[in-house]
Antibody, heavy 119, light 107 residues
């Protein structure tokens, strides 16, 4: 069974760092890209960027470039999304989703990780 | 960036109705368009890909059409389980972008 299992909810203070994870199972992790999508409270979906776990090549949305880092460890089939300095505006649910290749949609999604940033 | 515009933002309908949601791209995306359904507190679920291909396991009452810049999602006979928010997404070029969503409500 294909699964993307994300790490649990986090509560952080502004300025703190954070890394959340997305572990794939039931499929060959290196034959899929992993995308990250943000959903702020009560709002729509925003594509943040994606990584190819084979070579860790990344592509970011200009809206998120420089504020987050996407990485992956193919040896443990896990992708990461990290912040070095959180802001209150980073409060959101973050989803990972797999994509077979550039001409494919996001067919399986993680359950989402709620990140709350508050002083 | 390619802008995706969905309409309407909210749609009120009854069980058994036929409904259509429209998605317009700011430039041609060929057929590289997906439709997702999202229910509160849940991850999005893929319904349609490549504009008109039905994802495995999705009921046949869902259908998609269009190419270039104009796309539609049609639900032929609404069921109670269909009341949710629907998003289109282009995956023609980075950054992939979503429409703002259409909330389908019970009339």
């Amino acid at each position: 069974e294909v699964q993307l299992v994300q790490s649990g909810a986090e509560v952080k203070k502004p300025g703190e760092s954070l890394r959340i994870s997305c572990k794939g199972s039931g499929f060959n992790f290196t034959t899929y890209w992993i995308n990250w999508v943000r959903q702020m409270p009560g709002k729509g979906l925003e594509w943040m960027g994606r990584i190819d776990p084979t070579d860790s090549y990344t592509s970011y949305s200009p809206s998120f470039q420089g504020h987050v880092t996407i990485s992956a460890d193919k040896s443990i089939s896990t992708a990461y999304l990290q912040w070095s300095s959180l802001k209150a505006s980073d409060t959101a649910v973050y989803y990972c989703a797999r994509q077979a290749w550039g001409g494919s949609p996001n067919d399986y999604w993680g359950q989402g990780t709620l990140v709350t940033v508050s002083s | 960036d390619i802008q995706m515009t969905q309409s309407p933002s909210t749609l009120s309908a009854s069980v058994g109705d036929r409904v259509t949601i429209t998605c317009r791209a700011s430039q041609s995306i060929s057929s590289w368009l997906a439709w997702y359904q999202q229910k509160p507190g849940k991850a999005p679920k893929l319904l349609i890909y490549k504009a008109s291909s039905l994802e495995s396991g999705v009921p046949s009452r869902f259908s998609g059409s269009g190419s270039g810049t104009e796309f539609t999602l049609t639900i032929s006979r609404l069921q109670p389980d269909d009341f949710a928010t629907y998003y289109c997404q282009q995956y023609h070029s980075h950054p992939y972008t979503f429409g703002q969503g259409t909330k389908l409500e019970i009339k």
